[in-house]
């Protein structure tokens, strides 16, 4: 595992570059976090305070923020991060058993990291997750957020220790598998130009859509005002519309409550008259 360096001059000018993107510099916290981690392993107070600096907001702020989203971490992460999806329908397919196995061939516990053997290549951080939306493919895992699909004791074993190997690991829907940090990076908003690798939803997963395809059935039309808000020029103009379009409807379902209310009781009608 890569120590700890301190940010660097570079990374504070990316941390900025993130914060520019936004109309709210604030709204640029979540992936300046992601930015952090990617060069130090985890959240560092120094990681806090530079975001705190660039945002002219508190360091609590930031911290509070650090310190709610499980995706930050406060301890530093190995090179490949294993989420063990222990939600419902995960644990009753065969993610409660792989959880304890991974547990018992790694000798950690959740949200720990191995240590380095000499033979290691890679170290791996173990940690149970929640529902990833990926329960058609039930038991999951999650590799620096890359699905692993379908997966048994046996290949979740057979999974650690390739990484650990430093063997080239593929994701079940087919990207490579980067290091933690990469994956990191990616997630702060910088193109590592594979975000086409791999399809985006397996067979599984696209069932209903194959089954709505033979019934002849099709979503509804987009409104005419939906339409409008597509082809408004600027975000203002979008949210303006939006208020326009909330306000009339609003109006409307006043007028049919009351409509309703006056036939449910005329009497009714007649105080609000
Ligand atoms: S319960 Fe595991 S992905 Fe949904």
């Given at each position: 595992m890569t120590q700890t360096q301190g940010l660097t001059e570079t990374t504070r000018d990316e941390l900025r570059e993130i914060a520019a993107r936004y109309p709210q510099a604030r709204s640029g916290l979540l992936p300046m976090l992601?930015?952090?981690?990617?060069?130090?392993?985890?959240?560092?107070?120094?990681?806090?305070?530079?975001?705190?600096e660039i945002l002219d907001i508190s360091a609590a702020e930031v911290s509070g923020v650090a310190t709610f989203y499980t995706m930050y971490k406060r301890k530093p992460v190995g090179d490949y991060h294993v989420g063990v999806c222990t939600n419902t329908l995960c644990a009753v397919m065969g993610g409660d058993v792989i959880f304890e196995r991974l547990k018992e061939h790694l000798d950690v516990g959740n949200d720990e990291t191995t240590d380095r053997r000499p033979e290691d290549k890679a170290s791996i951080t173990l940690e149970h997750i929640e529902c990833n939306a990926a329960c058609d493919y039930a038991p999951v895992l999650m590799v620096n957020w890359e699905f692993m699909d379908d997966m048994t004791p046996q290949s979740a074993t057979q999974l650690v220790d390739d990484l650990r190997?430093?063997?080239?690991?593929?994701?079940?829907?087919?990207?490579k598998i980067c290091t933690w940090r990469e994956a990191e990076r990616v997630l702060a908003g910088f193109n590592d130009g594979l975000a086409d690798e791999g399809p985006s939803a397996g067979p599984a997963?696209?069932?209903?859509?194959?089954?709505?395809?033979?019934?002849?059935?099709?979503?509804?039309?987009?409104s005419d005002r939906h339409a409008e808000l597509a082809a408004a020029a600027t975000p203002e103009a979008a949210a303006e519309?939006?208020?326009?379009s909330r306000a009339e409807t609003e109006t409307k379902v006043d007028e049919s409550s009351a409509d309703t209310l006056h036939e449910d009781n005329p009497a009714k009608g007649d105080e609000a008259k």
């Open positions: 992601h930015l952090v981690q990617s060069t130090e392993g985890r959240i560092t107070p120094e990681g806090i305070e530079a975001c705190a190997e430093g063997k080239e690991v593929r994701s079940t829907r087919g990207p997963s696209l069932v209903g859509l194959e089954i709505a395809r033979e019934r002849g059935w099709t979503a509804p039309e987009s519309e939006a208020d326009t």
